[in-house]
């Protein structure tokens, strides 16, 4: 009898008996989950992959950034301005700034009057 049942299992009769159809629609059904886990495991891959270049973009981003933010309040500070101008002949003053106040002549006629 053990014969017999690997003898039955390698010409695949249980595929083509009664109850074939009931055995393939489970094997169907096995094959898609098979396909689903593989589209899966294909889809988290992809995104691992992404989420890993992505973050050393922002890394590199981050650096680049850090180095223009350096050479900027370089540039922005007032010995490196006075350099620059320097080489074109304007040297700063030696006088310090005067405020300059404006009167504001556009309210109308009746705040003017009773000013």
Same mark, same amino acid.
């Given at each position: ?17 009664? %109850?074939? !159809?009931? #055995?393939?629609?489970?094997?169907? !059904? ?10 899966? @495991?294909?889809?988290?891959? @992809? ?14 981003? #981050? @650096?680049? !950034?850090?180095?223009? #933010? @350096? ?15 320097? #080489? ?15 009167? %504001?002549?556009?309210?109308?006629? !009746? ?5």
């Amino acid at each position: 009898m053990n014969k017999e049942v690997i003898y039955d299992f390698l010409k695949a009769k249980q595929l083509s008996g009664k %109850d074939a !159809f009931a #055995r393939w629609k489970f094997i169907l !059904f096995l094959l898609l989950l098979g396909i689903i886990m593989i589209a899966n @495991s294909h889809w988290y891959e @992809s995104k691992a992959i992404q989420i890993i270049q992505l973050t050393e973009q922002v890394k590199e981003l #981050r @650096s680049e !950034f850090v180095d223009k #933010r @350096s050479e900027l309040m370089e540039m922005k500070m007032e010995s490196s301005i006075s350099r620059k101008m320097e #080489r074109k002949g304007i040297y700063p003053s030696e006088v310090a700034p005067v405020k300059i106040k404006v009167k %504001d002549n556009t309210s109308n006629f !009746f705040e003017r009057l009773w000013e």
